[in-house]
């Protein structure tokens, strides 16, 4: 019987032909070629025309087109981006608007306590005006004043190119390292608000102090995109304590902690050079860099003890890696695993 029906059945014929379908995948290549390209031509036309978009909500902007431009082939997955996304990107531009709500006036903010610890770490002198005095000269700028800039500058984009990869690699890390970010920014801002410092550049006590950094922009000549919200009202110049600056690599740090010694050594020479180009710069006194560093850890510790921050941040495959096999893995895998 069976034999029958298999020589009454009639021989394979080749699959119907639907059109346009032999293209597809030609042009889902071509996509997944030409939305990098076009996004990496856009931003350079920007940079050129405007400036680096340094403001968090071009920085956001920036890095929300660049993950859909990187990310084609996952288009199904935007929607999940955004809802990711929306909630940090929220809380940080509150954060901006907040940050200079609570300014004051400089004579109403505290220098007092910084000056006598700098001075008792300084052996008597204030770290700031030592490095000004033997390595600053305004008339011409060395090698380690381009350098003291680039690492500062690195504040403005670092963090949010770390998350975006983060997302992007290591998605089961993305919910941790967006709750630590945000926990410790708006540690920092209720720090200003309850305590207003003032940097070393605006102390009249030390002379004069440059702030480097603007003198080397100046020299540069570069220019940067400004906020479509922000405003001068929104710069709050007593925010100097804790340094976010200094906080940030060491929060960098202690996420990568288990990536290894090369991460470790590298972030925790970044956090120095940090410390040493907001110091020699004018920008925050050395207390305000070690207050930075506490809150760093504190915020680190909180989130290690909050009882989901060790399980995937989304559920389901994740993307395709490219950092360590054994660091990338959930730590509920790494543990059946050991």
Do not use: C, K
Request: glycine share 10%; charged share 15%; proline share 7%.
């Amino acid at each position: 019987m069976s034999t029958e029906r298999a020589a009454a059945r009639p021989p394979d014929l080749p699959a119907p032909v639907v059109p346009g379908g032999a293209t597809r995948p030609l042009a889902l290549r071509v996509l997944r070629i030409g939305a990098p390209v076009a996004y990496v031509v856009a931003l350079s036309l920007v940079i050129v025309s405007w400036g680096l978009p340094l403001a968090r909500d071009q920085l956001f902007l920036w890095m929300g087109l660049g993950l859909a431009a990187f990310s084609v082939a996952g288009w199904r997955g935007w929607g999940r981006m955004v809802l990711e996304w929306l909630p940090f990107f929220g809380l940080l531009v509150a954060y901006d608007f907040l940050r200079g709500a609570v300014s004051v006036t400089p004579a109403q903010a505290h220098v007092t306590a910084q000056l006598d610890l700098d001075r008792a770490l300084g052996g008597g002198g204030v770290p700031t005006v030592w490095l000004q005095e033997h390595l600053w000269r305004p008339e011409h700028l060395h090698w380690y004043d381009y350098a003291a800039w680039g690492v500062y500058m690195t504040h403005f984009f670092a963090v949010w190119i770390v998350a975006a990869l983060v997302w992007r690699f290591a998605r089961h890390r993305f919910r941790r390292y967006a709750v630590l970010t945000v926990l410790l920014t708006l540690g920092a801002f209720l720090t200003y608000w309850a305590y207003p410092a003032q940097p070393p550049w605006m102390v009249a006590e030390l002379g004069a102090v440059d702030r480097i950094v603007p003198d080397v922009w100046g020299h540069l000549g570069v220019h940067t995109v400004a906020s479509v919200y922000g405003n001068a009202d929104l710069v709050n110049t007593v925010a100097a304590m804790p340094s976010l600056h200094g906080a940030y690599p060491v929060m960098l740090l202690l996420f990568f902690w288990s990536a290894g010694w090369p991460a470790r050594a590298g972030l925790a020479l970044y956090a120095l050079a940090m410390g040493f180009a907001l110091v020699y710069g004018g920008e925050h006194f050395v207390t305000d860099i070690l207050a930075g560093w506490a809150m760093a850890g504190a915020a680190f510790a909180l989130v290690a003890l909050m009882p989901w921050s060790a399980a995937p941040g989304l559920r389901g495959r994740p993307a395709r890696a490219r950092w360590p096999a054994w660091w990338r893995r959930a730590p509920s895998a790494r543990r059946r695993a050991g």
